[in-house]
């Protein structure tokens, strides 16, 4: 894989559970800064850097404007230029046991972990270098292939990412799409 130094790169999620428990950002220069176009202040990790590499920006795509939503995101971040890498982390906010979930449930506990995923790879070629060297990483869990009790519906979606990922790279080459499946993390999930 090429460095990723002077590539921007879009991380969707990473706000809250794995992302905020194990994303973390060091740098040794002075070039780096937080600017905020969101409400709530950025997380403490990027609170600190004193140029404009890192953006923080709240975009909830747990809903029907979801496509709309990743449309301004994606424009947003392509201001001065196309992207390099999209990187998809947000997950299912918490999950019911099988003998609580109904049709409406699903459905919304669907928006998150796939429908967003989806639509990413429909909407990101035109936002990214459609080049060898550029990538989309879609994050699922290990869940999928170590189910747990409660957590069937999760392994569920989970289980349809790496399928998703594998027909997202036949379709969309020379983009590189990626899998990456995580074991379980200490989080407040």
């Known amino acids: 894989m090429p460095p990723i130094k002077g590539r921007k790169v879009l991380i969707i999620g990473a706000s809250t559970s794995i992302g905020c428990a194990r994303l973390r950002i060091w740098t040794s220069t002075s070039h780096f800064q937080t600017r905020t176009r969101s409400p709530t202040p950025p997380k403490d990790w990027l609170s600190a850097n004193p140029n404009r590499c890192v ?3 709240v975009a909830k795509l747990g809903g029907d404007d979801a496509e709309a939503i990743l ?3 994606f424009t947003e971040a392509t201001v001065d230029g196309p992207l390099d890498h999209i990187i998809m982390t947000a997950g299912a ?8 979930i109904d049709v409406p449930y699903l459905v919304s506990q669907a928006m998150l972990p796939v429908m967003p995923s989806m639509l990413i790879g ?6 990214i270098q459609r080049h060898w060297a550029s990538s989309i990483t879609f994050t699922g869990g290990r869940i999928a292939e170590k189910p747990v009790p409660g957590w069937a519906i999760a392994a569920g979606f989970a289980g349809g990412l790496p399928a998703l990922t594998k027909a997202f790279a036949l379709e ?3 983009l590189r799409y ?5 074991g379980a993390t200490d989080t407040e999930m």
């Open 55 to 57: 953006t923080s920006h």
């Open 71 to 73: 449309e301004r995101l």
């Open 93 to 100: 906010p918490g999950m019911r046991p099988l003998a609580e």
């Open 122 to 127: 429909k909407l990101a070629h035109k936002y």
């Open 172 to 174: 969309l080459a020379p």
């Open 178 to 182: 990626n899998h990456v499946s995580p």
